[in-house]
């Protein structure tokens, strides 16, 4: 099975062949980012939980682009930003679902055991390191943290 970033190589070449706009933009940046973390790091390969953590911080970085290109009146610019957006989502992995955060929040309770919204933190950081180098929604888990702490007390 091809890795992330054997993926990105590969449809960035069909893109160059082909001139697909956005995609060969992007996957231009994205081989560039991929290339800066290789030199930074001295590896020949970036494993897969590394390029999703590439992928989901350009990812971020176009959404919150386009966010501030709308408030500026550049819905161009903004449109320009959200199907980059499109283009980097397509390599990410499904997302962790809400039933398996709760799953892993309720763990994590009874582990650590947590007594209430105090133990925000430990909870959080217990659940991430769960879902390390997995596509999954911080804000979501923040989220379902807080409701359950809140519930216990």
Known sequence: MPTIQEIVYSDLKEALRSHIEPELGTLRLLKSEIQYDLTKTGAKEIPDPAMILILKKNLSQR???????????????AAKEEAEAVVIAKYLPEEIGEDAIQKAVDDAITQLPAKGPSDTG?????????????????????????????ALS
Request: without cysteine; proline residues 0%; charged residues 35%.
């Open 63 to 77: 959404k919150d682009s386009a966010a501030e290109y709308r408030k500026a009146g550049r819905e161009d610019l």
């Open 122 to 150: 430990k909870v959080m950081g217990k659940v991430m390191q769960n879902f390390k180098g997995q596509n999954i929604d911080g804000s979501k888990v923040s989220e379902i943290v807080k409701r359950s702490l809140q």
